[in-house]
């Protein structure tokens, strides 16, 4: 389901809002706002009424490609996130951002590394807001 430009940039503002993101950090992030403006465009990016977001796979993963889309916690407490950042190099910012994107979506490693590229780069997109 495709919306309009302002519709998306409202329901992408409203989760900010929702996560308490500070303006500074939105304007180091704005090409990653715009990227989630774009899914949320697309229709591969919904943002409840609860501010919960859901990523619609483009290239559904599983047996027999039953998983179709991840559910992103709005939010991320350290209890949550430390048992995945434990495993990750001083350094490795991309096995950090990896650690996010395990934590908020309470998937295993397994699951997350077969993702299509296209799909990981949405969701690295939606964890950077949580570091």
């Known amino acids: 389901m495709q919306v309009s430009r302002e519709v998306a940039e409202a329901d992408v503002q409203r989760w900010l809002e929702a996560k308490r993101i500070r303006q500074t950090k939105r304007e180091s992030l704005k090409e990653y706002i715009e990227s989630l403006v774009l899914e949320v465009m697309d229709g591969f990016i919904t943002i409840d009424e609860n501010c919960n977001l859901t990523q619609k796979l483009r290239f559904p993963i599983g047996l027999h490609e039953n998983v179709k889309e991840l559910n992103f916690e709005t939010r ?9 950042l434990q495993k990750v190099a001083q350094g490795d910012n991309d096995g950090r951002v990896l650690a996010y994107i395990l934590a908020a979506t309470k998937q295993p490693l ?3 590394q077969a993702l299509d ?10 964890a950077v807001f949580f570091l």
Not at 76 to 84: A, E, G, Q, R, T
Not at 117 to 126: A, R
């Open 76 to 84: 991320l407490k350290v209890l949550d996130v430390n048992p995945f």
């Open 110 to 112: 397994g699951f997350i």
């Open 117 to 126: 590229t296209e799909d990981l780069g949405v969701s690295q997109s939606i």
